[in-house]
Nanobody
Framework: VQLVESGGGLVQAGGSLTLSCAAS????????MGWYRQAPGKQRELVAT????????NYADSVKGRFTISRDNAKNTMYLQMNSLKPEDTAVYYC???????????WGQGTQVTVSS
């Protein structure tokens, strides 16, 4: 499974961005997908996750009400709609996909999001 993120960039505080994660390869094996982020000098942290059917989502408290995760299984693509962006949202955002059998976790290469104040 290969994951490719896109959609990052520079935006002013209060603005919006939509990230995309395109999956290819043995995508039928993927269950939960998610977005993580890592700011300079900090550990990578969970942003949001979504189950295979899209029926269940989970968000970090810091992004609840501002970010929305979704996936289009027909297009093998996951999205992260980010609204009301804050400077503290600045980070490299990574796409993540979990395979159950055998257990494995895939990562994308990351896309930079910079929010200016």
């Amino acid at each position: 499974v290969q994951l490719v993120e896109s959609g990052g960039g520079l935006v002013q505080a209060g603005g919006s961005l939509t990230l995309s994660c395109a999956a290819s390869g043995s995508t039928f094996s993927i269950s939960v997908m998610g977005w993580y982020r890592q700011a300079p000098g900090k550990q990578r942290e969970l942003v949001a996750t979504i189950t295979s059917g899209g029926g269940s989502t989970n968000y970090a408290d810091s992004v609840k009400g501002r970010f929305t995760i979704s996936r289009d299984n027909a297009k093998n693509t996951m999205y992260l709609q980010m609204n009301s962006l804050k400077p503290e949202d600045t980070a490299v955002y990574y796409c993540n996909a979990r395979q159950l059998l055998p257990w494995y976790v895939y990562w994308g290469q990351g896309t930079q999001v910079t929010v200016s104040s």
